[in-house]
Nanobody
Framework: QVQLVESGGGLVQTGGSLRLSCVASGRTFGVYGVYGMGWFRQAPGKEREFVAA????????DYADSVKGRFTISRDNAKNICHLQMNSLKPDETAVYYCAARPGLIDTSGAASRNNYWGQGTQVTVSS
């Protein structure tokens, strides 16, 4: 069993900040550092979209153009945890945010089958 558990979502005003966390666990998960980690989001009525990704070592990151300069992804391999720091949030970023894990690099397509593990999601609501 492998679990990814997100936390840190909530209600924030426009321009505010939130820090999401994703903890990985499970007997079959293996070495956390071999997994790329990523964050995606899905707003009501829209398809899931890529937000940010980080390699297993943490040496490389990738961001959707819409969040560059405002969001930062990081990880602590000693604690099996990945964070997404979100600053200057906008109302249209209201969505359920999901973390994902995949050996090697995260697939950024958002398709559920392309990444091995997904969390249950955490709601982020940005009020105007």
């Amino acid at each position: 069993q492998v679990q990814l558990v997100e936390s840190g979502g909530g209600l924030v005003q426009t321009g505010g900040s939130l820090r999401l966390s994703c903890v990985a666990s499970g007997r079959t998960f293996g070495v956390y550092g071999v997994y790329g980690m990523g964050w995606f989001r899905q707003a009501p009525g829209k398809e899931r979209e890529f937000v940010a990704a980080i390699t297993g070592s943490g040496s490389r990151t990738d961001y959707a153009d819409s969040v560059k300069g405002r969001f930062t992804i990081s990880r602590d391999n000693a604690k099996n945890i990945c964070h997404l720091q979100m600053n200057s949030l906008k109302p249209d970023e209201t969505a359920v945010y999901y973390c994902a894990a995949r050996p090697g690099l995260i697939d950024t397509s958002g398709a559920a089958s392309r990444n091995n593990y997904w969390g249950q999601g955490t709601q982020v609501t940005v009020s105007s």
